[in-house]
Protein backbone atom coordinates (compact mmCIF):
# COMPACT_ATOMS: atom_id res chain seq x y z
CA UNK A 1 0.00 0.00 0.00
CA UNK A 2 2.74 2.61 0.59
CA UNK A 3 4.46 1.53 -2.46
CA UNK A 4 1.49 2.19 -4.71
CA UNK A 5 0.96 5.87 -2.35
CA UNK A 6 4.37 6.58 -3.25
CA UNK A 7 4.32 6.33 -7.10
CA UNK A 8 1.32 8.33 -7.06
CA UNK A 9 2.40 11.40 -5.08
CA UNK A 10 5.86 11.06 -7.26
CA UNK A 11 3.35 11.30 -10.60
CA UNK A 12 2.02 14.30 -8.76
CA UNK A 13 4.98 15.98 -8.69
CA UNK A 14 5.95 15.40 -12.24
CA UNK A 15 3.03 16.78 -13.40
CA UNK A 16 3.34 19.85 -11.45
CA UNK A 17 6.72 20.44 -11.69
CA UNK A 18 6.72 19.02 -15.22
CA UNK A 19 10.49 18.85 -15.67
CA UNK A 20 11.77 15.06 -16.10
CA UNK A 21 15.05 15.61 -14.33
CA UNK A 22 13.36 17.40 -11.00
CA UNK A 23 11.00 13.78 -11.87
CA UNK A 24 13.87 11.04 -11.85
CA UNK A 25 15.61 12.65 -8.72
CA UNK A 26 11.86 12.58 -6.72
CA UNK A 27 11.48 8.60 -8.03
CA UNK A 28 14.92 8.11 -6.33
CA UNK A 29 14.56 10.03 -2.81
CA UNK A 30 11.55 7.52 -3.12
CA UNK A 31 13.11 4.19 -3.39
CA UNK A 32 15.46 5.50 -0.62
CA UNK A 33 12.65 6.08 1.52
CA UNK A 34 11.06 2.90 0.51
CA UNK A 35 14.05 0.92 1.35
CA UNK A 36 14.53 2.38 4.45
CA UNK A 37 10.97 1.47 5.36
CA UNK A 38 12.36 -2.41 4.43
CA UNK A 39 14.73 -2.36 7.30
CA UNK A 40 12.86 -1.05 10.33
CA UNK A 41 10.65 -3.48 9.23
CA UNK A 42 12.70 -6.03 9.57
CA UNK A 43 14.26 -5.22 12.68
CA UNK A 44 11.27 -4.68 14.85
CA UNK A 45 10.29 -8.14 13.46
CA UNK A 46 14.09 -9.43 14.70
CA UNK A 47 13.39 -7.76 18.77
CA UNK A 48 9.52 -8.77 18.30
CA UNK A 49 10.55 -12.43 18.32
CA UNK A 50 14.06 -12.22 20.54
CA UNK A 51 10.96 -11.08 23.29
CA UNK A 52 7.87 -12.32 22.98
CA UNK A 53 8.19 -15.54 24.58
CA UNK A 54 10.77 -13.74 27.43
CA UNK A 55 7.78 -12.78 30.04
CA UNK A 56 10.37 -9.29 30.65
CA UNK A 57 8.16 -6.65 31.41
CA UNK A 58 10.91 -4.35 31.15
CA UNK A 59 11.59 -5.23 27.24
CA UNK A 60 7.75 -5.69 26.63
CA UNK A 61 7.51 -2.05 27.40
CA UNK A 62 10.87 -1.02 25.40
CA UNK A 63 9.18 -2.19 22.35
CA UNK A 64 5.89 -0.60 22.83
CA UNK A 65 8.03 2.87 23.36
CA UNK A 66 10.59 2.30 20.10
CA UNK A 67 7.58 1.26 18.06
CA UNK A 68 4.04 2.30 19.65
CA UNK A 69 2.34 1.96 15.98
CA UNK A 70 4.33 -1.04 14.70
CA UNK A 71 2.34 -4.00 13.41
CA UNK A 72 3.70 -6.35 16.57
CA UNK A 73 3.15 -3.92 19.36
CA UNK A 74 -0.36 -4.76 20.01
CA UNK A 75 0.89 -8.68 20.82
CA UNK A 76 3.24 -7.34 22.82
CA UNK A 77 0.93 -4.91 24.45
CA UNK A 78 -1.17 -7.84 26.04
CA UNK A 79 1.77 -9.99 27.32
CA UNK A 80 2.58 -6.80 29.03
CA UNK A 81 -0.47 -6.98 30.47
CA UNK A 82 -0.65 -10.57 31.04
CA UNK A 83 3.04 -10.15 33.31
CA UNK A 84 1.35 -7.00 35.24
CA UNK A 85 -1.47 -8.77 35.98
CA UNK A 86 0.90 -11.34 37.72
CA UNK A 87 2.82 -9.22 39.32
CA UNK A 88 -0.45 -7.39 40.89
CA UNK A 89 -1.40 -11.35 42.42
CA UNK A 90 1.62 -11.64 44.00
CA UNK A 91 2.23 -8.49 45.46
CA UNK A 92 -1.33 -8.65 47.07
CA UNK A 93 -0.77 -12.30 47.57
CA UNK A 94 -4.15 -12.97 48.72
CA UNK A 95 -6.85 -15.94 47.58
CA UNK A 96 -8.98 -13.13 45.47
CA UNK A 97 -5.58 -11.90 43.97
CA UNK A 98 -4.70 -15.35 42.66
CA UNK A 99 -7.91 -16.49 41.45
CA UNK A 100 -8.44 -12.65 39.63
CA UNK A 101 -5.58 -13.69 37.97
CA UNK A 102 -6.88 -17.23 37.00
CA UNK A 103 -9.93 -15.70 35.99
CA UNK A 104 -8.43 -12.66 33.75
CA UNK A 105 -5.19 -14.71 32.20
CA UNK A 106 -5.56 -14.96 28.36
CA UNK A 107 -1.83 -17.19 28.43
CA UNK A 108 -2.33 -18.85 31.46
CA UNK A 109 1.34 -18.77 31.95
CA UNK A 110 1.45 -18.98 36.16
CA UNK A 111 -1.78 -21.09 36.38
CA UNK A 112 0.47 -23.38 38.44
CA UNK A 113 1.63 -20.91 40.29
CA UNK A 114 -1.41 -19.19 41.21
CA UNK A 115 -3.12 -22.78 42.27
CA UNK A 116 0.25 -23.70 44.49
CA UNK A 117 -0.06 -20.24 46.18
CA UNK A 118 -4.10 -20.14 47.00
CA UNK A 119 -3.24 -23.72 48.42
CA UNK A 120 -0.25 -22.68 50.55
CA UNK A 121 -1.88 -19.35 52.24
CA UNK A 122 -4.89 -22.07 52.80
CA UNK A 123 -2.92 -24.53 54.06
CA UNK A 124 -1.65 -22.09 56.57
CA UNK A 125 -4.64 -20.44 57.40
CA UNK A 126 -5.62 -23.98 58.54
CA UNK A 127 -2.40 -24.95 60.10
CA UNK A 128 -2.68 -21.51 62.28
CA UNK A 129 -6.22 -22.60 63.37
CA UNK A 130 -5.42 -26.55 64.33
CA UNK A 131 -2.46 -24.97 66.23
CA UNK A 132 -4.92 -22.92 68.08
CA UNK A 133 -6.92 -26.27 68.73
CA UNK A 134 -3.88 -28.27 69.71
CA UNK A 135 -2.81 -25.36 71.95
CA UNK A 136 -6.07 -25.36 73.92
CA UNK A 137 -5.59 -29.09 73.81
CA UNK A 138 -8.90 -30.33 74.96
CA UNK A 139 -11.70 -32.30 73.61
CA UNK A 140 -13.90 -29.75 73.17
CA UNK A 141 -11.16 -27.22 71.12
CA UNK A 142 -10.68 -30.17 68.99
CA UNK A 143 -14.84 -30.84 68.05
CA UNK A 144 -15.09 -27.44 67.70
CA UNK A 145 -12.33 -27.55 65.28
CA UNK A 146 -13.92 -29.99 63.46
CA UNK A 147 -17.30 -28.49 63.09
CA UNK A 148 -15.52 -25.46 61.73
CA UNK A 149 -13.48 -27.15 59.22
CA UNK A 150 -14.84 -30.40 58.05
CA UNK A 151 -12.65 -31.09 55.29
CA UNK A 152 -9.36 -30.21 57.00
CA UNK A 153 -6.51 -32.20 56.45
CA UNK A 154 -6.28 -32.05 60.06
CA UNK A 155 -9.23 -33.51 60.66
CA UNK A 156 -7.89 -37.13 61.65
CA UNK A 157 -5.37 -35.83 64.02
CA UNK A 158 -8.21 -34.14 65.71
CA UNK A 159 -9.80 -37.24 66.34
CA UNK A 160 -7.02 -38.93 67.64
CA UNK A 161 -6.57 -35.79 70.20
CA UNK A 162 -9.82 -36.54 70.83
CA UNK A 163 -9.86 -40.11 71.89
CA UNK A 164 -6.18 -39.96 73.15
CA UNK A 165 -8.09 -37.60 75.78
CA UNK A 166 -11.04 -39.68 75.89
CA UNK A 167 -8.83 -42.48 76.58
CA UNK A 168 -6.82 -41.08 79.38
CA UNK A 169 -9.74 -39.91 81.31
CA UNK A 170 -11.22 -43.75 80.94
CA UNK A 171 -7.66 -45.17 81.68
CA UNK A 172 -7.75 -43.22 85.36
CA UNK A 173 -11.15 -44.85 86.15
CA UNK A 174 -9.64 -48.57 85.07
CA UNK A 175 -5.93 -48.41 86.08
CA UNK A 176 -6.36 -50.49 88.87
CA UNK A 177 -8.72 -53.29 87.31
CA UNK A 178 -7.73 -56.49 86.76
CA UNK A 179 -10.31 -57.74 84.14
CA UNK A 180 -9.02 -59.02 81.25
CA UNK A 181 -12.28 -57.77 79.21
CA UNK A 182 -12.40 -54.68 80.11
CA UNK A 183 -8.78 -53.78 79.15
CA UNK A 184 -9.87 -55.64 75.46
CA UNK A 185 -12.48 -53.27 75.49
CA UNK A 186 -9.82 -50.06 76.74
CA UNK A 187 -7.24 -51.19 74.32
CA UNK A 188 -9.64 -51.51 71.05
CA UNK A 189 -11.57 -48.25 71.92
CA UNK A 190 -8.79 -46.09 72.53
CA UNK A 191 -6.30 -47.29 70.45
CA UNK A 192 -4.70 -43.94 70.20
CA UNK A 193 -4.44 -43.12 74.19
CA UNK A 194 -0.90 -42.59 75.41
CA UNK A 195 -1.88 -45.46 78.20
CA UNK A 196 -2.25 -48.50 75.91
CA UNK A 197 1.00 -49.48 76.26
CA UNK A 198 0.97 -49.80 79.92
CA UNK A 199 -2.77 -51.47 79.57
CA UNK A 200 -1.61 -54.13 76.90
CA UNK A 201 1.57 -55.00 79.82
CA UNK A 202 -0.71 -55.33 81.89
CA UNK A 203 -2.91 -57.42 79.81
CA UNK A 204 -0.34 -59.76 79.18
CA UNK A 205 0.34 -60.11 82.66
CA UNK A 206 -3.22 -60.88 83.93
CA UNK A 207 -3.77 -62.97 80.73
CA UNK A 208 -0.01 -64.97 81.49
CA UNK A 209 -1.14 -65.59 84.71
CA UNK A 210 -4.51 -67.17 83.83
CA UNK A 211 -2.89 -69.46 82.02
CA UNK A 212 -0.40 -70.44 84.22
CA UNK A 213 -3.16 -71.52 86.66
CA UNK A 214 -4.75 -73.13 84.68
CA UNK A 215 -1.41 -75.38 83.86
CA UNK A 216 -1.13 -73.96 80.34
CA UNK A 217 2.31 -73.22 80.10
CA UNK A 218 3.11 -72.40 76.59
CA UNK A 219 0.20 -70.39 76.06
CA UNK A 220 1.19 -68.83 79.58
CA UNK A 221 4.77 -67.98 77.88
CA UNK A 222 3.20 -66.57 75.05
CA UNK A 223 2.06 -64.01 77.16
CA UNK A 224 5.07 -63.32 79.35
CA UNK A 225 7.24 -63.36 76.39
CA UNK A 226 6.06 -59.76 75.69
CA UNK A 227 7.33 -58.35 78.77
CA UNK A 228 10.33 -57.83 81.33
CA UNK A 229 10.58 -59.47 84.38
CA UNK A 230 10.94 -56.07 86.30
CA UNK A 231 7.67 -54.92 85.18
CA UNK A 232 6.06 -57.74 86.22
CA UNK A 233 4.17 -57.63 89.33
CA UNK A 234 6.33 -59.13 92.55
CA UNK A 235 3.08 -60.81 93.13
CA UNK A 236 3.59 -62.66 89.77
CA UNK A 237 7.43 -63.16 89.35
CA UNK A 238 7.18 -66.73 90.63
CA UNK A 239 4.77 -67.31 87.95
CA UNK A 240 6.52 -65.48 85.57
CA UNK A 241 9.82 -67.30 86.38
CA UNK A 242 8.02 -70.54 86.20
CA UNK A 243 6.87 -70.18 83.00
CA UNK A 244 10.62 -68.79 81.42
CA UNK A 245 12.01 -71.73 83.10
CA UNK A 246 9.74 -73.92 81.43
CA UNK A 247 10.05 -72.81 78.04
CA UNK A 248 13.61 -72.83 78.28
CA UNK A 249 13.27 -76.72 79.02
CA UNK A 250 10.75 -77.34 76.57
CA UNK A 251 13.37 -76.48 73.83
CA UNK A 252 15.89 -78.80 75.46
CA UNK A 253 14.85 -82.45 73.29
CA UNK A 254 16.04 -85.26 73.11
CA UNK A 255 19.12 -84.18 70.74
CA UNK A 256 19.80 -80.78 72.86
CA UNK A 257 23.50 -80.29 72.75
CA UNK A 258 25.97 -80.90 76.07
CA UNK A 259 26.30 -77.58 76.38
CA UNK A 260 22.73 -76.20 75.84
CA UNK A 261 21.92 -78.86 78.92
CA UNK A 262 24.74 -77.88 80.91
CA UNK A 263 23.60 -74.12 80.35
CA UNK A 264 20.61 -74.98 82.19
CA UNK A 265 21.81 -76.81 84.92
CA UNK A 266 23.68 -74.00 85.73
CA UNK A 267 21.08 -71.35 85.69
CA UNK A 268 18.84 -73.42 86.96
CA UNK A 269 20.49 -75.66 89.97
CA UNK A 270 17.14 -76.03 91.56
CA UNK A 271 15.18 -76.44 88.73
CA UNK A 272 12.29 -79.01 89.24
CA UNK A 273 13.68 -80.34 85.66
CA UNK A 274 17.17 -81.13 87.20
CA UNK A 275 16.90 -84.61 87.19
CA UNK A 276 15.58 -84.94 84.13
CA UNK A 277 18.10 -82.94 81.96
CA UNK A 278 20.66 -84.45 84.00
CA UNK A 279 19.63 -87.64 82.27
CA UNK A 280 19.71 -86.11 79.12
CA UNK A 281 23.12 -85.19 79.88
CA UNK A 282 24.22 -89.16 80.81
CA UNK A 283 22.76 -90.32 77.57
CA UNK A 284 24.12 -86.71 75.48
CA UNK A 285 27.62 -87.82 77.15
CA UNK A 286 27.18 -91.48 76.32
CA UNK A 287 26.26 -90.84 72.81
CA UNK A 288 29.25 -88.39 72.13
CA UNK A 289 31.74 -91.28 73.33
CA UNK A 290 34.82 -90.87 71.43
CA UNK A 291 37.33 -93.11 69.95
CA UNK A 292 39.39 -92.33 72.87
CA UNK A 293 36.81 -92.29 75.30
CA UNK A 294 38.36 -93.34 78.76
CA UNK A 295 37.24 -94.59 82.06
CA UNK A 296 36.89 -91.53 83.44
CA UNK A 297 34.37 -90.16 80.56
CA UNK A 298 32.48 -93.09 81.15
CA UNK A 299 32.21 -92.45 84.75
CA UNK A 300 31.55 -88.78 84.63
CA UNK A 301 27.84 -89.65 81.93
CA UNK A 302 27.23 -92.56 84.82
CA UNK A 303 27.35 -89.29 87.70
CA UNK A 304 24.79 -87.57 85.61
CA UNK A 305 22.29 -90.62 85.29
CA UNK A 306 19.49 -90.20 88.13
CA UNK A 307 17.41 -93.34 87.36
CA UNK A 308 18.26 -97.26 86.45
CA UNK A 309 16.53 -96.78 83.15
CA UNK A 310 19.10 -94.04 82.40
CA UNK A 311 22.01 -96.01 83.92
CA UNK A 312 21.17 -99.08 81.65
CA UNK A 313 21.55 -96.84 78.90
CA UNK A 314 24.67 -95.40 79.41
CA UNK A 315 26.32 -98.58 80.33
CA UNK A 316 25.33 -99.99 76.86
CA UNK A 317 27.19 -97.20 75.48
CA UNK A 318 29.45 -97.69 77.02
CA UNK A 319 29.81 -101.50 76.10
CA UNK A 320 29.40 -100.30 72.01
CA UNK A 321 32.19 -97.78 72.72
CA UNK A 322 34.44 -100.15 74.32
CA UNK A 323 33.72 -102.80 71.55
CA UNK A 324 34.08 -100.27 69.23
CA UNK A 325 37.66 -99.24 70.63
CA UNK A 326 39.10 -102.89 70.97
CA UNK A 327 37.90 -102.93 67.15
CA UNK A 328 39.41 -99.84 66.23
CA UNK A 329 42.96 -100.76 68.12
CA UNK A 330 42.85 -104.03 66.36
CA UNK A 331 41.92 -102.75 62.96
CA UNK A 332 44.79 -100.29 64.05
CA UNK A 333 47.50 -102.81 64.61
CA UNK A 334 46.66 -105.25 62.09
CA UNK A 335 47.11 -102.18 59.93
CA UNK A 336 50.22 -101.03 61.40
CA UNK A 337 51.06 -104.84 61.63
CA UNK A 338 50.96 -104.63 57.59
CA UNK A 339 52.53 -101.79 57.18
CA UNK A 340 55.64 -102.43 59.25
CA UNK A 341 55.97 -106.11 57.31
CA UNK A 342 53.01 -108.08 59.03
CA UNK A 343 53.14 -111.10 60.75
CA UNK A 344 55.45 -113.71 58.74
CA UNK A 345 58.34 -112.75 56.87
CA UNK A 346 60.52 -114.84 54.20
CA UNK A 347 64.22 -114.07 54.51
CA UNK A 348 67.47 -114.33 52.45
CA UNK A 349 70.21 -114.48 54.25
CA UNK A 350 72.85 -113.58 51.72
CA UNK A 351 75.92 -112.61 53.59
CA UNK A 352 76.51 -115.27 56.51
CA UNK A 353 80.11 -115.07 57.23
CA UNK A 354 82.29 -116.64 59.90
CA UNK A 355 85.85 -116.48 61.13
CA UNK A 356 87.45 -119.11 63.91
CA UNK A 357 90.98 -117.55 64.77
CA UNK A 358 92.16 -119.64 67.42
CA UNK A 359 94.65 -121.37 65.69
CA UNK A 360 97.91 -120.91 64.84
CA UNK A 361 98.47 -123.52 61.69
CA UNK A 362 95.25 -123.37 61.18
CA UNK A 363 92.27 -121.03 59.80
CA UNK A 364 88.17 -121.72 59.76
CA UNK A 365 86.00 -119.91 57.89
CA UNK A 366 82.78 -120.22 56.49
CA UNK A 367 80.34 -118.65 53.95
CA UNK A 368 76.70 -119.51 54.33
CA UNK A 369 73.71 -118.23 52.22
CA UNK A 370 70.37 -119.33 52.84
CA UNK A 371 66.30 -118.86 53.80
CA UNK A 372 64.89 -117.77 56.96
CA UNK A 373 61.22 -117.63 58.20
CA UNK A 374 60.60 -114.92 60.52
CA UNK A 375 57.57 -114.31 62.49
CA UNK A 376 57.41 -110.85 63.35
CA UNK A 377 58.52 -107.89 61.90
CA UNK A 378 61.13 -105.93 62.83
CA UNK A 379 59.20 -103.46 64.73
CA UNK A 380 57.38 -106.17 67.44
CA UNK A 381 59.40 -106.40 70.72
CA UNK A 382 60.11 -110.33 70.49
CA UNK A 383 60.39 -112.01 67.13
CA UNK A 384 61.65 -115.81 66.34
CA UNK A 385 63.07 -116.94 62.96
CA UNK A 386 64.13 -120.41 61.61
CA UNK A 387 66.09 -120.81 58.44
CA UNK A 388 68.36 -123.33 56.72
CA UNK A 389 71.58 -121.77 55.17
CA UNK A 390 73.75 -124.23 53.41
CA UNK A 391 77.31 -122.66 52.11
CA UNK A 392 81.31 -123.12 52.09
CA UNK A 393 83.27 -124.03 55.42
CA UNK A 394 86.95 -123.40 54.99
CA UNK A 395 89.93 -124.81 56.66
CA UNK A 396 93.36 -125.76 56.16
CA UNK A 397 94.62 -129.73 56.67
CA UNK A 398 98.18 -131.31 57.05
CA UNK A 399 99.69 -133.73 54.28
CA UNK A 400 102.59 -135.80 54.82
CA UNK A 401 105.18 -135.02 52.69
CA UNK A 402 108.24 -137.10 53.96
CA UNK A 403 110.77 -138.81 51.77
CA UNK A 404 113.51 -141.15 52.35
CA UNK A 405 115.75 -138.84 53.83
CA UNK A 406 113.77 -136.96 55.90
CA UNK A 407 109.71 -136.12 57.27
CA UNK A 408 107.99 -133.28 56.98
CA UNK A 409 104.14 -132.44 56.55
CA UNK A 410 102.72 -129.36 54.60
CA UNK A 411 99.01 -127.66 54.92
CA UNK A 412 96.45 -127.47 52.30
CA UNK A 413 93.41 -124.94 51.71
CA UNK A 414 90.63 -127.35 51.60
CA UNK A 415 86.81 -126.28 51.28
CA UNK A 416 83.75 -128.47 51.93
CA UNK A 417 80.01 -127.94 51.74
CA UNK A 418 78.35 -127.78 54.95
CA UNK A 419 74.09 -126.97 56.22
CA UNK A 420 73.51 -125.91 59.23
CA UNK A 421 69.69 -125.15 60.40
CA UNK A 422 69.51 -122.12 62.64
CA UNK A 423 66.62 -120.77 64.99
CA UNK A 424 67.11 -117.35 66.74
CA UNK A 425 65.54 -115.60 69.48
CA UNK A 426 65.40 -111.65 68.86
CA UNK A 427 64.67 -109.40 71.28
CA UNK A 428 64.69 -105.17 70.27
CA UNK A 429 66.23 -102.91 72.42
CA UNK A 430 65.01 -99.59 71.63
CA UNK A 431 64.48 -97.15 68.72
CA UNK A 432 67.73 -95.56 66.92
CA UNK A 433 65.51 -93.85 64.61
CA UNK A 434 61.52 -94.10 63.27
CA UNK A 435 62.42 -96.54 60.96
CA UNK A 436 65.10 -98.78 62.79
CA UNK A 437 65.50 -101.04 65.83
CA UNK A 438 68.58 -102.43 67.94
CA UNK A 439 68.36 -105.49 68.77
CA UNK A 440 70.31 -108.16 70.09
CA UNK A 441 69.73 -112.11 69.46
CA UNK A 442 70.29 -115.55 70.85
CA UNK A 443 70.13 -118.39 68.51
CA UNK A 444 70.74 -122.27 68.17
CA UNK A 445 72.30 -124.38 65.27
CA UNK A 446 71.76 -127.61 64.31
CA UNK A 447 74.61 -129.03 61.43
CA UNK A 448 72.73 -131.16 59.94
CA UNK A 449 75.83 -131.62 57.14
CA UNK A 450 79.04 -130.94 58.67
CA UNK A 451 82.65 -131.11 58.68
CA UNK A 452 82.89 -134.21 60.93
CA UNK A 453 86.60 -133.53 61.68
CA UNK A 454 86.32 -129.97 62.51
CA UNK A 455 82.91 -129.10 63.70
CA UNK A 456 80.68 -130.17 66.93
CA UNK A 457 77.01 -131.47 65.95
CA UNK A 458 75.15 -128.00 67.51
CA UNK A 459 76.15 -124.64 68.09
CA UNK A 460 74.93 -121.64 70.44
CA UNK A 461 75.50 -117.82 69.95
CA UNK A 462 74.40 -114.06 70.63
CA UNK A 463 74.49 -111.19 68.88
CA UNK A 464 73.39 -107.50 68.00
CA UNK A 465 72.80 -105.37 65.09
CA UNK A 466 70.09 -103.02 63.61
CA UNK A 467 66.70 -103.93 62.33
CA UNK A 468 65.27 -101.92 59.47
CA UNK A 469 61.26 -103.06 57.60
CA UNK A 470 62.99 -105.54 55.27
CA UNK A 471 67.17 -105.74 56.28
CA UNK A 472 68.63 -107.15 59.78
CA UNK A 473 72.41 -106.29 59.86
CA UNK A 474 73.95 -108.19 62.75
CA UNK A 475 77.14 -109.17 64.71
CA UNK A 476 77.32 -112.62 66.30
CA UNK A 477 79.62 -114.80 68.34
CA UNK A 478 79.01 -118.53 67.70
CA UNK A 479 80.32 -121.44 70.33
CA UNK A 480 80.22 -124.94 69.53
CA UNK A 481 78.48 -127.64 71.43
CA UNK A 482 80.83 -130.72 72.40
CA UNK A 483 83.72 -131.02 70.16
CA UNK A 484 84.80 -132.65 66.62
CA UNK A 485 86.92 -135.47 66.12
CA UNK A 486 89.88 -132.95 65.58
CA UNK A 487 89.61 -130.35 67.91
CA UNK A 488 88.33 -129.59 71.64
CA UNK A 489 85.30 -127.20 71.44
CA UNK A 490 87.07 -125.13 73.73
CA UNK A 491 88.43 -123.22 70.69
CA UNK A 492 85.45 -123.84 68.35
CA UNK A 493 84.23 -119.77 68.51
CA UNK A 494 83.69 -118.01 65.49
CA UNK A 495 83.16 -114.26 64.80
CA UNK A 496 80.68 -113.49 62.27
CA UNK A 497 78.58 -111.06 60.30
CA UNK A 498 74.87 -111.51 58.88
CA UNK A 499 72.81 -109.88 56.32
CA UNK A 500 69.19 -110.85 55.90
CA UNK A 501 66.88 -109.38 53.22
CA UNK A 502 62.91 -109.93 54.09
CA UNK A 503 60.06 -109.99 52.04
CA UNK A 504 56.54 -110.01 53.42
CA UNK A 505 54.10 -113.22 53.09
Not at 104 to 130: L, M, V
Not at 305 to 323: E, F, G, W
Not at 408 to 427: C, S, W
Amino acid sequence: MRRILSIIVTLVMVAFIGNYADAQSLMQTAKKAEQRAKELKQQETSRYNAIVDSKDLYKYNQFINDYPRGSKTSEIRKRAQEVKLWNDAKNQNTVASYERYLNTTNYHWYDNDASQSIRSIKQKAEKEKWDKAAAINTISSYQTYIQNNPTSGYKQEAEKAINRLQGSQIWNRIKNSEDISELQNFISSYPHAVEVSTATAKLHELKGVKYYNEGNLSFAYSEFSHLNRDKISYANRKAYDDVIEYNEYSKLGNYASEAALLSFMRKYPNSKYADDVSNKIAVTKARNFGDYASTYDYNQALSYAKDSYTKNSVQSYISMNKKKQKERRNALKSWERKRNGGTVNLGLDFLDLGLNGAYDDCTLWYYNVGLMLRFGNFKDRVQFAIGLKPGIFGYTEEVYSGDYYYDYYDTENRTAFHMPIVGQLKLNLFNTSENSRFFIYGKYQYNAVRVEDIEAEMAWGVGLGIAWKHFDWAFYYRQDIGSSKNYDYKNQHYFGMSMIYYWQL
